[in-house]
């Protein structure tokens, strides 16, 4: 089975699942899920940075990451569309399903699934080309069908820059302000039409408007995607997601940590009465 069969027809396409893979967990409210985590680790060479991550992402809805620094919140997502795989020496243990589908089994396809499974990271990292080859550029690659001037400005429009390029569309897109710059990365995620979009600090090197276009944004594309976001700001985490997760270290006795997942609820839970100390320890400002 591929990916491509998942994204077109997830229902049909979990039938086709070995039995060896559990199905996926529904959540007690019934939202669908688009990812389970089980018992997830990610060790980079011989140090483990992640470990024992258990955690749904549901569909349509934004989940973000929040947590001290270096607690492991950009590597599980860098999970989520095989993107660590990039990383020399990097082990993957547990499972990411996808739809039920494991993400790391033999028939996952690492192109197909970082198609479905679009990324948008800290600085905007424009091709230097220009606006529109930017949003063009994958696409043809993949050799999708239709119209690419149809599909370039519904790209730009469903990201919320169209009115402000559609004049200068053969323009470098490094001649763009940074926020533009962000809007066009998210285009060009959008451009191949993904299942979900990945945003590791979309915002963190943007100003606060540029910040704000982008929140009000991601409140737009939830209704099409489902959002995962990496934020190192718990006021960010707030605003724009349902569902939050709480990373923090885990010290050991030798003098290791390793990142952990303390505690995973609807946002404001999470912020207002959250289960574990360590949580409650940390949105209130008393330590991380
Ligand atoms: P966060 O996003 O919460 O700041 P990271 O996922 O970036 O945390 O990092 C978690 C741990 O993994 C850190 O100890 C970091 O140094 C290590 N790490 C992250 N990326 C790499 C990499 N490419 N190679 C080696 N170690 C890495």
């Not at 590597?75 to 993957?92: A, E, Q, S, Y």
């Not at 299942?195 to 982008?214: G, K, N, R, Y």
């Not at 270290?249 to 952990?260: E, V, Y």
Request: glycine share 8%; with cysteine.
């Amino acid at each position: 089975m591929t990916l491509e069969t998942v994204a077109s027809d997830s229902k049909a396409a979990s039938m086709d699942i070995s039995a060896s893979i559990k199905p996926v967990d529904q959540s007690a409210t019934g939202q669908e899920v688009v990812f389970s985590t089980r018992d997830l680790s990610v060790t980079y060479g011989s140090t483990l940075a992640l470990a024992g991550v258990n955690l749904d992402i549901y569909k349509n809805r934004i989940t973000a990451m929040i947590g001290p620094s270096g607690c492991g919140k950009s590597t599980f997502i860098r999970c989520l569309n095989r993107m660590n795989d990039l990383v020399p020496g990097v082990k993957v243990g547990g499972q990411v399903l996808y739809h039920g589908v494991d993400l790391y089994g033999s028939d996952a396809d690492p192109v197909e699934v970082r198609r479905r499974i679009g990324m948008v990271f800290q600085r905007p990292n424009p091709f230097p080309k220009s606006i529109y080859d930017n949003v063009a550029f994958a696409p043809k690659k993949l050799g999708l069908s239709g119209n690419m001037d149809e599909r370039v400005e519904r790209a730009l429009r469903g990201a919320a820059l169209w009115d402000e390029v559609k004049d200068r569309l053969k323009r470098s897109a490094l001649s763009l302000s940074g926020g533009q710059q962000q809007r066009l990365c998210i285009a060009r995620a959008i451009a191949v039409e993904p299942d979900v979009i990945l945003l590791d600090e979309p915002a963190s090197a943007l100003d606060p408007i540029s910040t704000s276009a982008i929140e009000d944004l991601m409140h737009d594309l939830k209704t099409e995607y489902t959002l995962v976001i990496v934020t190192h700001n718990m006021q960010q985490a707030a605003r724009v997601a349902e569902m939050t997760a709480f990373f923090s270290l885990d010290l050991h006795d030798d003098g290791t940590r390793n990142g952990i997942l303390v505690e995973y609820a609807a946002t404001d839970k999470i912020f207002t009465s959250p289960s574990d100390e360590r949580t409650e320890g940390y949105v209130t400002g008393r330590f991380g």
